[in-house]
């Protein structure tokens, strides 16, 4: 099974500054035949279900501000928030969808300083 | 508008049964493969089983094979989650999810729709 694994467990960054979060895969989620890489990130509000943010690990879903962008490819990905919110509080989340059990990282709580 | 209803929680005896659904509304249900993802109360999410557009193919984490089952009713646009034999540690909120469409034959993707969840708690 694939094991993720995020850095840092929780992040505080001020209004308006970048914030930046880690995401290392135990094994390659990038699938050579269509150089895809199966890496998707979530937003979680308190009292929410998840949202998807990112998918193939630098998509950006539909109606996600663009100050939301994803990188990386085969074991070691990132999400950016370019420029954060206040609404941007939440826990965030990776997960690979390479094959099952698919499997999240254990989320990386983010705050305002 | 794409809506997913979890229903069918609640507090249930270690040992004791219970079935999820997930009413799903606004897309083209038969189409799609669908999901099961919990999490415990303060934790995060862990996945727990997906089935294919049409059911004839399921999967499921190793915590929950054999006692858990996924199942569908595309004439009623309806997912199911049939848990038996619950411990304490499957006490969570349960979340269905859909799975984005698959492209190319690319069948693994994102999850880009989820219900509220429903919260089990299995507890004596």
């Known amino acids: 099974d694939i094991v993720m694994t995020q850095s840092p467990d929780s992040l505080a960054v001020s209004l308006g500054e970048r914030a930046t979060i880690n995401c290392k895969s135990s094994?390659?989620?990038?699938?050579?035949?269509?150089?895809?890489?199966?890496l998707a990130w979530y937003q979680q509000k308190p009292g929410q279900p998840p949202n998807l943010l990112i998918y193939w690990a630098s998509t950006r879903e539909s109606g996600v501000p663009d100050r939301f962008s994803g990188s990386g490819s085969g074991t070691d990905f990132t999400l950016t928030i370019s420029s954060l919110q206040a609404e941007d509080v939440a826990v965030y989340y990776c997960q690979q969808y390479y094959n099952t059990p698919y499997s999240f990282g254990q989320g990386t709580k983010l705050e305002i300083k | 508008e794409v809506q997913l209803v979890e229903s069918g929680g609640g507090l249930v005896q270690p040992g004791g049964s219970l079935r999820l659904s997930c009413v799903t509304s606004?897309?083209?249900?038969?189409?799609?493969?669908m999901h099961w993802v919990r999490q415990a109360p303060g934790k995060g999410l862990v996945w727990v089983s997906r089935i294919n557009s049409d059911g004839s193919s399921t999967n499921y984490a190793d915590s929950v094979k054999g006692r858990f089952s996924i199942s569908r009713d595309n004439a009623k646009n309806t997912l199911f989650l049939q848990m038996n034999s619950l411990r304490a540690e499957d006490t969570a909120v349960y979340y269905c999810?859909?799975?984005?469409?698959?492209?190319?034959?690319?069948?693994?993707?994102?999850?880009?729709?989820w219900g509220q969840g429903t919260l089990v708690t299995v507890s004596s």
């Open positions: 999810a859909r799975a984005a469409a698959a492209v190319r034959g690319v069948i693994n993707t994102a999850l880009d729709y």
């Open positions: 094994q390659n989620v990038l699938y050579s035949v269509n150089n895809k890489n199966y």
């Open positions: 606004g897309f083209t249900f038969s189409s799609y493969w």
